[in-house]
């Protein structure tokens, strides 16, 4: 970027829009101006963000979230904002501010679930005998799954040790999987492929387990 | 004046929108296997301008070199290299999955389109 660019470029976002500005850059928009998006990123974001953090307490992150798609939004669909109703700023903060209310909102309801579901799971808890059946059981299981030759990799055969006795970390599985190195958003997502195809074989297996049997 | 803080967090968020030069940014660093410091070298920019340039609406196919000039206007950069990754985008895109692997008719198509695309312009400038 030239200079002279640079600087009236960024100069224009310094000043507040008087409302014959916010119409001809809401016009620019609805033209489809290539750049007029970076016009209103730089008039409109630092603003929203100030506000949103002191009215809200957002925290500045959550605010830059929600004014980011707030703006991308906009400039994707002008037409939802009628210039005839108010102010360009006024249309974006009031978006703005439903955003992090809304994110508020589901944030809250999720963690009512995760809290209700730890409660649930507690409650559930077994008593010392099932636990017991169930070790039992998981042996003869893994016993059945190696002579019938199913389980031909260690790394599988401890990991499905692991599922079988119950264990649900993550961390631990990883371990078992040999992928303890990965980083932690590769490890979950690679835990995750793990275990889903354990639990097939362990599927596949049940059902040939008891078709076996009858 | 220094970046805005939040410049990051949008150029980021661009490649959701199909509609940006942030989403062509991104799907012609995954097609070719290029970081943002190469994308940036292929502009001839920095990695400061690339965050900006994300921004931006992707140009209209009608008024192609209309809106390559007014970017080019505003961020100084230079047209013929961004049209090159705009082509290169739009060719990998309309590809059908599986011709993405062959690159003789990758390339065949790419020069194929950006013949067709500089005649649009020729005829529309």
Not at chain 1, 172 to 180: E, H, I, Q, R, T
Not at chain 2, 10 to 38: C, D, M, N, P, V
Not at chain 2, 55 to 69: K, N, Q, T, V
Request: hydrophobic share 35%; charged share 35%.
């Amino acid at each position: 970027m030239n200079a002279q660019a640079k600087e009236s470029w960024r100069g224009e976002g310094m000043r507040y829009p008087s409302p014959a500005d916010e119409r001809v850059l809401h016009e620019r928009v609805v033209q489809r101006d290539p750049v007029a998006s970076t016009d209103v990123f730089m008039t409109y974001m630092d603003r929203i963000v100030k506000i949103l953090m002191q009215r809200l307490g957002c925290d500045e992150d959550a605010a830059h979230d929600s004014t980011v798609e707030v703006i991308f939004t906009y400039i994707h669909k002008p037409a939802r904002y009628d210039p005839g109703k108010g102010r360009l700023f006024s249309y974006l903060m009031q978006a703005a501010r439903h955003r992090v209310v809304d994110k508020r909102r589901s944030a809250d309801a999720r963690a009512r679930r995760d809290q209700k579901y730890g409660s649930d799971f507690a409650q559930r808890a077994r008593t010392p005998k099932e636990e017991l059946e169930d070790l039992v059981e998981a042996r003869l299981a893994m016993k059945r799954l190696v002579e019938r030759g199913y389980l031909k990799n260690e790394r599988d055969w401890d990991a499905l040790r692991l599922i079988l006795y119950g264990e649900r970390s993550t961390e631990s599985l990883a371990v078992a999987l040999g992928l303890a190195s990965l980083p932690r958003d590769e490890l979950k997502r690679a835990v995750k492929r793990h275990r889903d195809r354990l639990m097939k074989l362990l599927g596949r297996f049940g059902k040939e387990d008891s078709d076996g049997e009858s | 004046m220094a970046n805005p803080k939040w410049l990051k967090v949008a150029a980021q968020r661009s490649g959701q929108h199909t509609w940006t030069l942030g989403y062509i940014f991104e799907q012609y660093r995954k097609h070719e296997g290029k970081s943002a410091e190469e994308l940036a070298a292929d502009l001839d920019c920095s990695l400061e301008m690339l965050d900006w340039l994300s921004l931006c609406r992707r140009p209209d196919e009608e008024r192609f070199a209309e809106h390559l000039g007014m970017i080019e206007k505003r961020f100084a950069v230079e047209p013929y290299r961004l049209a090159a990754v705009l082509r290169r985008v739009e060719v990998l895109d309309v590809l059908p999955a599986s011709q993405e692997g062959g690159e003789a008719m990758g390339e065949d198509a790419f020069l194929l389109a950006a013949r067709d695309h500089s005649t649009d312009d020729e005829t529309s400038s």
